[in-house]
């Protein structure tokens, strides 16, 4: 090849390269879809999803990826997370999560554990490819952490097939915390089954000792999901075995409502003898 046909070609190549680039600028890639947040249950729901308290003093997101991830060629979603300053939203970048390849990720949810005690945040995502960030955004979801219920009693091993549950609240100058749920689980089949579900009603804001019986319980509890054991006289009792159990705090909502504050106490293991 001469000096000319070389110098011609490269002219071709920066020219066609020019063009694509202008023709790239005057028809911008399309939007990609976003993810939304899964629906938060109501507190009395034996099922938990969507935005909710972690144990460990952290908000758990939950959401559903778009269907056309794939095709769209959806790598992964930004996490934003906003609290409001002055009167103003104000939002930023917090996480990145990459889309589920294989058990090596976890791609719709996301744990936020740098967050404080009684400030209400706001999350909301968008999705990501090689080329672009979705211009469009998620729907938005919010919580609040409160304080936690402390589990005292059972725990370790113990030898009673009746006992009772015992657990703490703090009492609080200004609590919007009006309901605690109780949830017992028992290990069976290689995973814990969830046997006893209730709800216990805080009409004295003042009291902070709690407890819970298997049977007789007073009329501020309301047993929501009972899968336990009974007796020839209908009383309920514990199996030997491996139990786990917490205490969810829940501001109620009119009409039982999903909440928007709360929080998920540390678990408390014990093994009936």
Not at 9 to 34: E, H, K, N, Y
Not at 146 to 166: C, L, M, Q, R, Y
Not at 226 to 238: I, K, M, P, Q, V
Not at 257 to 267: K, L, R
Request: glycine residues 6%; negative net charge.
């Amino acid at each position: 090849m001469n000096k000319t046909m070389r110098s011609k070609s490269i002219t071709f190549g920066l020219v066609l390269g020019l063009m694509i680039i202008a023709l790239t600028g005057c028809f911008p890639q399309p939007d990609i879809s976003v993810p939304y947040f899964i629906p938060k249950t109501p507190p009395d729901s034996v099922l938990e999803r969507g935005i909710d308290a972690h144990p460990d003093n952290a908000i758990y997101l939950e959401w559903e990826e778009p269907a056309t991830a794939e095709e769209e060629g959806i790598l992964g979603y930004y996490v934003y997370r906003g609290k409001l300053i002055n009167e103003e939203y104000v939002f930023s970048r917090i996480a990145s999560v990459q889309r589920n390849e294989g058990l090596l990720y976890d791609s719709d949810s996301y744990i936020d554990y740098s967050v404080h005690l009684d400030t209400t945040y706001y999350y909301y995502l968008r999705s990501y490819n090689d080329f672009a960030v979705s211009k469009e955004t998620s729907d938005t979801a919010q919580y609040k952490l409160s304080h936690k219920s402390t589990p005292v009693s059972p725990a370790g091993d113990i030898t009673s097939i009746n006992p009772t549950f015992e657990f703490n609240y703090p009492i609080l100058t200004i609590d919007r915390i009006n309901y605690l749920y109780f949830r017992l689980y028992y290990f069976e089949n290689s995973t814990y089954e969830i046997k006893l579900f209730a709800k216990l009603h805080r009409f004295d804001l003042s009291q902070s000792r709690f407890y819970l019986y298997l049977n007789n319980n007073s009329y501020h509890t309301t047993v929501l999901m009972d899968s336990l054991w009974t007796d020839t006289e209908e009383r309920r009792y514990l199996e030997k075995g491996t139990y786990r159990w917490r205490v969810d705090a829940v501001s109620g909502q009119l009409g039982g409502a999903p909440e928007s504050e709360g929080s998920e106490s540390a678990w408390m293991y014990f093994t009936v003898k």
